[in-house]
């Protein structure tokens, strides 16, 4: 499967943010991306085989859909879509 558009955008941030950040052993930030369709990128990670790749979850109580996975460095992303609207 291929990215949704706004991939290229997302690798160029994240790789400014690595040459700003200091490497550490304990990684202290979670990143989280609010995307439309969050299936979709789960579908793109799942072919990629990202490391620590979660299952798909539901949050009710935060009304997200989401995965979280580590980037290269070890930093935990998280990849979420709302449930409903307001969330």
Request: with cysteine; hydrophobic share 45%; glycine share 4%.
């Amino acid at each position: 499967p291929t990215a949704p558009r706004t991939q290229s955008t997302l690798i160029m941030h994240l790789r400014l943010h690595r040459k700003m950040c200091k490497w550490a052993a304990v990684k202290p930030v979670q990143l989280c991306i609010r995307v439309p369709d969050v299936d979709a990128w789960y579908a793109y990670a799942q072919h990629k085989a990202l490391a620590k790749l979660s299952k798909l979850f539901v949050n009710e109580q935060l009304g997200i859909r989401a995965f979280v996975f580590n980037d290269p460095e070890g930093y935990q992303i998280e990849m979420q879509s709302a449930t409903r609207q307001g969330a």
